[in-house]
Nanobody, 127 residues
Framework: QVQLVESGGGLVQAGGSLRLSCAAS????????RSWFRQAPGKEREFVAA????????YYADSVKGRFTISRNNAENTVYLQMNSLKPEDTAVYYC????????????????????WGQGTQVTVSS
């Protein structure tokens, strides 16, 4: 059974940093693309960042480019999201997702192209 578990969320002041982790279990994820999405209150879930299975390619939403960094450790089946220079508008529940690159390619920002999801971790940025 595939399971994704996020951790690292919390309350931080504007300008601060947080590092989210997403641990995967249930199979080997070295061939899986990984990503982060977020959902703010009253808003739809939106794409944040993605990293290809090899780690060679990364993609970011314009709103986080230059502030967030996605990375992965395939040996530990874990993906990370380093968030710096946080803003109040970054407040949201952050979800990690995974998909088998054998069957999916491209359209990283389309949540319908991701078939495994975690339960989410709350990030709150105070002004």
């Amino acid at each position: 059974q595939v399971q994704l578990v996020e951790s690292g969320g919390g309350l931080v002041q504007a300008g601060g940093s947080l590092r989210l982790s997403c641990a995967a279990s249930g199979r080997t994820f070295s061939s899986y693309d990984r990503s982060w999405f977020r959902q703010a209150p009253g808003k739809e879930r939106e794409f944040v960042a993605a990293i290809a299975w090899s780690g060679a390619l990364t993609y970011y939403a314009d709103s986080v480019k230059g502030r967030f960094t996605i990375s992965r450790n395939n040996a530990e089946n874990t993906v990370y999201l380093q968030m710096n220079s946080l803003k109040p508008e970054d407040t949201a529940v952050y979800y990690c997702a995974a998909r088998d690159s054998t069957y999916y390619s491209g359209s990283y920002s389309n949540q319908m192209r991701w078939n495994y999801w975690g339960q989410g971790t709350q990030v709150t940025v105070s002004s």
